[in-house]
């Protein structure tokens, strides 16, 4: 219930986000008060080097064995749930505007949560070895897989994307470098890290919320959204909800290609369904900075604010049904 409380705390803070960016979006927007095109990036590579520190590379170990199951995990991440959101928008994209479409693909190729994924897993009477192993790993893979998609994907769009050799920079620098800077010094803070968990939760969120509030000031101030309005925010939601459900029922009915435990199962559920929030704001500010066109900015986040809302409430509504499955199993194994 607690968990539940700060998550909807959390999406409160981003509606608030955005408010604050209608109201004072001179403050915000780059060249303004907050120096934000500055304030940003230190931001982004604090909460990469937070993702560094947190990281339990050493505990994967244990999981690492179950090839299996983590070939299921990261094909559904990174090549299955891009190409799912493809089909949508080749059956339906006469009814999406360019701006969310954009917005849509990149939320398909991003990494899956990490403490999300494993907390409901765990919740739901999953292995959490398992699911801590595939969040872990896909996000460590995704610093690399998710800018490649966004240069295979964007490049041919309008606005100038970053060449190749710019992009890898860019996330080299300000994602890649934070997060090894983290790995290395965990073990000199080891015991410290699970009193500063807390901490490193709360700066994280702030971080995001003011990349949020920046990226919304500049289209406010650039008037973007005078020609989408409601009707962006409402087909966002739409179909951000049409690949919640039909990504979550896929990655359930083919799970049993993944292992025959229902325990590794629901891992594999939650692992292959969600997408980071915490990742793809700052990623996307990396990546999409200085954007215009069809890539702006907070165009390209506002389908992954509205799945970050969702895919929690759809995680509260099964919750229970999953750990169900897990008890009949063990009830049958008694008898």
Known sequence: MLGRLKSQGFTIGLLVAVGLAFLIPEYGATGGALRSEVTTKIGIALVFLIQGLSLQTRQLLASATHVRLHIFCQSWIFILSPLLMMLIILLFGRWIQDSIEAGLLYLSVLPTTISSSIVLTSNSEGDSSAALFNATFSNIIGVFLTPLWCLSLFSNTSGQFPPLDALVMKIALFVLLPLVVGQLIRPLVQDRISAWRGVFKQSSNTVILFVVFAAFSNSFVDDTW??????????????????????????????????????????????????????????????????????????????????????????????????????????????
């Not at 979550?248 to 083919?254: D, E, F, G, N, P």
């Not at 509504?317 to 009949?328: D, K």
Request: charged fraction near 10%; glycine fraction near 6%.
């Open 226 to 335: 005078s020609a989408f309005g409601w009707e962006a925010i409402a087909v966002a939601l739409a179909f951000s909800t049409l690949f919640l459900l039909l990504l979550s029922s896929l990655v359930w009915t083919t799970s049993e290609i993944s292992s025959s435990d229902p325990k590794q199962r629901i891992a594999a559920f939650y692992c292959g369904s969600q997408k980071t929030l915490a990742a793809g704001v700052p990623m996307a500010a990396v990546i999409f900075a200085g954007q215009t066109g069809n890539v702006q900015e907070s165009l390209i986040i506002l389908p992954i604010m509205l799945y970050h809302s969702l895919q929690l409430f759809l995680a509260g509504m099964i919750n229970s049904r999953l750990a169900a499955t897990t008890w009949q199993r063990d009830a049958d194994s008694l008898h």
